[in-house]
C-alpha cells in the first residue's frame, strides 16, 4: 500500500494545482459531484472491465507472470502484457504525483500509455503506477511492487507470482474538478525550481490549452521547429533563458547531459506522446463524466462539451511542423480501424494541428460504448448532423466540407453499430 508520508505530500501539491489553475475553453469542469461510491456506479464494487483489472485476475490464478529485470522491475513485462509500447515513453520531472519524494529532473518519473492503460515508473520507488480505464466507474488505480518475488518451491524454474493493489488513496486528487469531479486522469503543466517543485502554471491541460502553456516540468524531445511550449526548463540557466523571453520558442533539451537514461527502458519524451496524451485524458474523463450524469439522473449535460471537444474545434493550431524522436507515431497510426481507402481517425496530421481528421479515435472505446442510450442518441444525431450539413453552425464550421465527408466515409466503414439512418 501506499506509505502515508506520500500521500501527505501528494495532498499539499494537489492544493497548489488546484489554486493555480485555469481553464481553457468550453470544457470547463461542471461544479456537480457524484457519490461515486454508491450504486450505480459502485465505484469500489468488484465489477470491473478495464484491462487491468483482467491482467489482475490472470495473475492471481496463476495463468499469467511477470518477469524480473534489475533497475526497471516488472516495468517492461508488464507494459508487453498490457499491450502499451516503450514508445510513448514521456518523461515528467515535477514533484506532482505520489512519488515526489525521488522525483527530480535528474531522476524523472517515465509515463507510457495506451488506449486505455497508463503507466507511472520512477527509479527507486517501490511499486509502479497503473490506471485501467473502465467503461463504467472511469480510471481505477492500482499499484505493484517492485520488489522482486520468490519463485514458487515447486515451480522454480518460472517467474514468481506477483499481485496488483487496487488503492483509494489516488482519488484525492484524480476526483476533483480538473478531472471533472469524477475519477479520470491529469495532465498538468507547472514550471519548476531546479529540484522539481512546482511553482507558477496550470493544473489542467487538454488539446485545446495554447501550447505556450503547455508542459511545463516535462522533458519534451522531437522536432517543434521553435513550437512554445514550457518544457525542458530543469536548470537554472533554462529558468533564467525562460523568464528573459517568455514568448520565445520552446527550448529543446539533449536529455543525455539530464539524466541516465540506462535507467529508463528509452532516452526520449516523445512530443507526438505528449500532444497524443494531452487529448486522450480529458476525453477519458468527459466519456466518463456523461456515464455518471446519466447514471445519477443528475441535470448536467456534458454532451455538447463532448462533440466540440472530439471533433477538436478548440484545438490551437499548431505555428510550426512537429516530429516525433521515437517509434510512438507508427505504432499509433497502426492501430487503425482502417477504411478500404487505407484511412484513420489515427493518422496524424503535425504540420497545422495533431491529427488529418479531426474527430477523435477514441469513438472506438469501450467507454463511448457504453454511453447511456440517451446520452449515444444525442451525441449520434448531433454528430450525423455536423458531418452532413451543408454550412454546419459555429464552432462546427472550422472543419471544412472535405474532411466533414472524409470523417463520415471513414466511420461508416470503421465504426460498428451506427444508426441506421448513418448507412
Given at each position: 500500500?501506499?506509505?502515508?508520508?506520500?500521500?501527505?505530500?501528494?495532498?499539499?501539491?494537489?492544493?497548489?494545482?488546484?489554486?493555480?489553475?485555469?481553464?481553457?475553453?468550453?470544457?470547463?469542469?461542471?461544479?456537480?459531484?457524484?457519490?461515486?461510491?454508491?450504486?450505480?456506479?459502485?465505484?469500489?464494487?468488484?465489477?470491473?472491465?478495464?484491462?487491468?483489472?483482467?491482467?489482475?485476475?490472470?495473475?492471481?490464478?496463476?495463468?499469467?507472470?511477470?518477469?524480473?529485470?534489475?533497475?526497471?522491475?516488472?516495468?517492461?513485462?508488464?507494459?508487453?502484457?498490457?499491450?502499451?509500447?516503450?514508445?510513448?515513453?514521456?518523461?515528467?520531472?515535477?514533484?506532482?504525483?505520489?512519488?515526489?519524494?525521488?522525483?527530480?529532473?535528474?531522476?524523472?518519473?517515465?509515463?507510457?500509455?495506451?488506449?486505455?492503460?497508463?503507466?507511472?515508473?520512477?527509479?527507486?520507488?517501490?511499486?509502479?503506477?497503473?490506471?485501467?480505464?473502465?467503461?463504467?466507474?472511469?480510471?481505477?488505480?492500482?499499484?505493484?511492487?517492485?520488489?522482486?518475488?520468490?519463485?514458487?518451491?515447486?515451480?522454480?524454474?518460472?517467474?514468481?507470482?506477483?499481485?496488483?493493489?487496487?488503492?483509494?488513496?489516488?482519488?484525492?486528487?484524480?476526483?476533483?474538478?480538473?478531472?471533472?469531479?469524477?475519477?479520470?486522469?491529469?495532465?498538468?503543466?507547472?514550471?519548476?525550481?531546479?529540484?522539481?517543485?512546482?511553482?507558477?502554471?496550470?493544473?489542467?491541460?487538454?488539446?485545446?490549452?495554447?501550447?505556450?502553456?503547455?508542459?511545463?516540468?516535462?522533458?519534451?524531445?522531437?522536432?517543434?521547429?521553435?513550437?512554445?511550449?514550457?518544457?525542458?526548463?530543469?536548470?537554472?540557466?533554462?529558468?533564467?533563458?525562460?523568464?528573459?523571453?517568455?514568448?520565445?520558442?520552446?527550448?529543446?533539451?539533449?536529455?543525455?547531459?539530464?539524466?541516465?537514461?540506462?535507467?529508463?527502458?528509452?532516452?526520449?519524451?516523445?512530443?507526438?506522446?505528449?500532444?497524443?496524451?494531452?487529448?486522450?485524458?480529458?476525453?477519458?474523463?468527459?466519456?466518463?463524466?456523461?456515464?455518471?450524469?446519466?447514471?445519477?439522473?443528475?441535470?448536467?449535460?456534458?454532451?455538447?462539451?463532448?462533440?466540440?471537444?472530439?471533433?477538436?474545434?478548440?484545438?490551437?493550431?499548431?505555428?510550426?511542423?512537429?516530429?516525433?524522436?521515437?517509434?510512438?507515431?507508427?505504432?499509433?497510426?497502426?492501430?487503425?480501424?482502417?477504411?478500404?481507402?487505407?484511412?484513420?481517425?489515427?493518422?496524424?496530421?503535425?504540420e497545422a494541428r495533431l491529427f488529418k481528421y479531426r474527430c477523435s479515435y477514441?469513438?472506438?472505446?469501450?467507454?463511448?460504448?457504453?454511453?447511456?442510450?440517451?446520452?449515444?442518441?444525442?451525441?449520434?444525431?448531433?454528430?450525423?448532423?455536423?458531418?452532413?450539413?451543408?454550412?454546419?453552425?459555429?464552432?462546427?464550421?472550422?472543419?471544412?466540407?472535405?474532411?466533414?465527408?472524409?470523417?463520415?466515409?471513414?466511420?461508416?466503414?470503421?465504426?460498428?453499430?451506427?444508426?441506421?439512418?448513418?448507412?
Amino acid at each position: 500500500m501506499i506509505r502515508p508520508i506520500f500521500i501527505f505530500q501528494f495532498a499539499i501539491f494537489n492544493v497548489q494545482f488546484l489554486l493555480s489553475g485555469t481553464a481553457y475553453s468550453q470544457n470547463a469542469a461542471p461544479a456537480e459531484t457524484f457519490p461515486y461510491r454508491q450504486p450505480p456506479v459502485d465505484y469500489f464494487g468488484d465489477e470491473l472491465d478495464d484491462p487491468v483489472s483482467k491482467l489482475s485476475q490472470k495473475l492471481d490464478k496463476g495463468e499469467l507472470r511477470l518477469e524480473f529485470e534489475a533497475g526497471t522491475g516488472y516495468l517492461r513485462s508488464l507494459l508487453a502484457v498490457l499491450d502499451v509500447p516503450v514508445s510513448s515513453q514521456m518523461l515528467v520531472f515535477g514533484k506532482n504525483s505520489v512519488n515526489a519524494r525521488i522525483i527530480s529532473p535528474e531522476n524523472p518519473r517515465a509515463l507510457y500509455f495506451n488506449d486505455q492503460v497508463y503507466v507511472g515508473f520512477v527509479p527507486g520507488a517501490p511499486f509502479l503506477e497503473i490506471t485501467g480505464v473502465d467503461s463504467r466507474k472511469g480510471a481505477v488505480f492500482y499499484t505493484l511492487s517492485q520488489k522482486r518475488s520468490e519463485p514458487l518451491a515447486d515451480e522454480p524454474s518460472k517467474p514468481a507470482l506477483v499481485t496488483l493493489t487496487r488503492e483509494e488513496s489516488c482519488l484525492l486528487c484524480h476526483a476533483s474538478a480538473n478531472s471533472l469531479n469524477v475519477p479520470g486522469h491529469l495532465a498538468r503543466s507547472f514550471i519548476t525550481d531546479t529540484q522539481g517543485n512546482p511553482g507558477r502554471g496550470y493544473s489542467k491541460i487538454n488539446h485545446d490549452a495554447p501550447y505556450g502553456n503547455r508542459w511545463g516540468g516535462w522533458y519534451v524531445t522531437g522536432d517543434f521547429d521553435g513550437l512554445p511550449h514550457l518544457g525542458n526548463l530543469s536548470t537554472a540557466a533554462d529558468l533564467l533563458e525562460h523568464d528573459r523571453h517568455r514568448d520565445g520558442p520552446g527550448r529543446s533539451v539533449n536529455l543525455a547531459t539530464r539524466i541516465d537514461a540506462s535507467k529508463y527502458l528509452a532516452a526520449h519524451s516523445d512530443i507526438v506522446a505528449l500532444l497524443v496524451h494531452d487529448h486522450q485524458t480529458h476525453m477519458h474523463n468527459l466519456l466518463t463524466r456523461i456515464y455518471y450524469e446519466q447514471q445519477y439522473e443528475t441535470t448536467d449535460s456534458s454532451v455538447e462539451r463532448l462533440l466540440r471537444y472530439m471533433l477538436f474545434v478548440d484545438e490551437p493550431a499548431l505555428e510550426n511542423p512537429v516530429l516525433g524522436s521515437s517509434g510512438f507515431e507508427s505504432w499509433f497510426m497502426k492501430q487503425g480501424p482502417h477504411d478500404k481507402r487505407g484511412r484513420s481517425l489515427r493518422q496524424f496530421d503535425l504540420e497545422a494541428r495533431l491529427f488529418k481528421y479531426r474527430c477523435s479515435y477514441l469513438i472506438y472505446s469501450p467507454a463511448f460504448d457504453m454511453l447511456p442510450i440517451p446520452a449515444e442518441k444525442i451525441v449520434y444525431r448531433r454528430l450525423w448532423e455536423i458531418l452532413t450539413a451543408a454550412a454546419p453552425p459555429p464552432p462546427f464550421d472550422k472543419l471544412p466540407a472535405s474532411e466533414r465527408t472524409a470523417i463520415l466515409e471513414i466511420l461508416r466503414e470503421t465504426k460498428s453499430k451506427l444508426p441506421s439512418y448513418w448507412k
